[in-house]
């Protein structure tokens, strides 16, 4: 099995160490400044990466039959740029072309590639792709509607729900969605994706996540102009060396 190459290697290989923010050749596409474990990065497929979403020549035959299979419009394109934006990335990370990435999945669906450890989340137009040389997870979500909070809201943990009863209702979306995004985020880098389910982990629903997996650490990630959007990182901690 292919070493993963360090952070470090993996933001000079994707040109983003130092100073530069915009990955060479990927216009639209950002990194997020804040996390030493993991290089993360985002991008509008409908803003200036749209040109993701014309690129589907570096995706394979069974993706684009994918992409062609969703019954309603748009989501093929989105699906499509989200597809590509990963490709070029993890092409970068790997020194190879991003058609010629190879993917595959655990016995949980979580996909993987040979050579680096990445997680990719999307909503909508909206793309969060992180990589790193240990497993984690990034998860992005919109601020949801009061009847998905009221709904799924009550799933959670038992404290998690508490605290969302204890909130005024205007404060029930932001606090729900932080939830949620590092949950996602936290079941992902674990590999087990939502078979864990979702009420067995504290994350906490405050402004502080909570991290109850030993082993695991998780973040909020900051999304600069998405004020309606929410983000997490879940990262590995690396080894203690004796």
């Not at 509008?44 to 069974?62: H, K, P, Q």
């Not at 729900?161 to 969605?177: I, K, V």
């Amino acid at each position: 099995m292919a070493v993963s190459p360090s952070v470090a290697e993996l933001r000079q290989r994707l040109g983003v160490d130092g100073t530069r923010c915009e990955p060479p050749g990927l216009p639209g596409v950002a990194c997020l400044p804040g996390s030493r474990s993991a290089v993360v990065l985002v991008a509008d497929t409908a803003a200036n990466a749209s040109w993701a979403r014309r690129r589907d020549d570096v995706l394979s035959r069974d993706e684009v039959e994918r992409a062609a299979r969703f019954i309603f419009p748009g989501l093929g394109e989105t699906w499509t740029g989200a597809r590509v934006l990963l490709r070029e990335v993890l092409g970068r990370a790997m020194r190879m072309a991003a058609a010629d990435v190879v993917f595959q999945a655990n016995r949980f669906g979580k996909p993987m590639a040979e050579g680096v450890e990445f997680s990719l989340s999307h909503k909508d137009s909206i793309v969060l792709i992180g990589v790193s040389d240990l497993p984690l997870g990034v998860d992005v979500e919109k601020l949801p509607g009061d009847r998905t909070v009221q709904q799924v809201g009550a799933a959670l943990h038992p404290k998690e729900a508490a605290e969302l009863l204890d909130l005024a209702a205007d404060e029930r979306s932001e606090a729900f969605t932080r939830a949620w995004v590092r949950k996602e985020a936290m079941l992902k880098a674990m590999g087990v994706g939502l078979s864990r389910g979702i009420s067995k982990d504290y994350v906490s629903t405050g402004a502080t996540p909570r991290s109850p997996v030993a082993g695991l650490r998780i973040c909020d990630v900051a999304l600069p102009g998405l004020p309606g959007h929410r983000a997490a990182l879940c990262t590995t901690a690396a080894p203690a060396i004796r």
